[in-house]
């Protein structure tokens, strides 16, 4: 079946730096979803990505899906240690998940 | 906000035991899944539901799985003879179509003994 990596698995970083995670996937996906889980919690809805080249931005967060719809990424500007959480993509129609990128945030 | 609520938030069952996990959806939902982590994994898709059958399914759900919606609210997951393996996180969601995002519930954590 279709399957979406992610990398990295693991990102630390200290308040006020950069993060990004990468999503691929091996076919052409119709559209990409973004999700955080908070440690303990549940998955939340963060963006939907449909056109290729497409960019959104919410916030410190921008949203990039590739011009082949096969891969897409979401960086975050100057974190702070209330992005802390494991961010999943999710692609197709069955809504395959990636591993997910557990970001920590040193203070 | 609307929410999906799922119940019991905790269940612990012995092996070889059946348990049926609930989920409400969000009333005005047409699609409805199933997600389950096992814990520090990613989640893993078991099954969509649409139009009051099974939509998709992934290969984790055989036939010890089951899912059911008794009646327009409730969404159900029935796991017949449970293995220490099924043990983790099960995460009922649901959308209002097919372009829009997903609401998880939060989730049973299923403690298989």
């Known amino acids: 079946g279709q399957q979406v990596m992610q990398i990295p698995q693991y990102q630390h970083v200290q308040e006020g730096e950069d993060f990004t995670t990468y999503c691929n996937s091996s076919t052409t996906l119709s559209n990409i979803q973004w999700y955080k889980q908070r440690p303990g919690g549940h998955p939340v809805f963060l963006i939907q990505l449909v056109k290729s080249g497409e960019v959104k931005k919410q916030k410190r967060l921008t949203f990039q899906f590739g011009e082949a719809k096969k891969n897409s990424s979401l960086h975050i500007t100057a974190t702070q240690t209330t992005d802390v959480g494991t961010y999943f993509c999710?692609?197709?129609?069955?809504?395959?998940f990636g591993a997910g990128t557990r970001l920590t945030v040193k203070p | 906000e609307p929410e999906v609520t799922q119940t019991p938030s905790h269940q612990v069952t012995q092996m070889g035991q059946e348990v049926i996990l609930r989920c409400v959806p969000i009333?005005?939902?047409?699609?409805f899944y199933w997600y389950r982590q096992i814990l520090g994994q990613k989640v893993e898709f078991l099954v969509s539901?649409?139009?009051?059958?099974?939509?998709?399914k992934s290969e984790i759900f055989d036939d010890q799985f089951s899912v059911e919606r008794p009646d327009g609210s409730n969404f159900t997951l029935k796991i017949r003879s449970t293995k220490l393996e099924d043990s983790a996180m099960y995460f009922c969601?649901?959308?209002?179509?097919?372009?829009?995002?997903?609401?998880f519930g939060s989730g049973t954590r299923l403690t298989v003994v």
């Open positions: 539901f649409y139009n009051n059958e099974i939509s998709e």
């Open positions: 969601a649901s959308r209002e179509d097919r372009a829009g995002g997903y609401t």
């Open positions: 999710a692609g197709g129609n069955d809504m395959r």
């Open positions: 009333s005005n939902h047409l699609y």
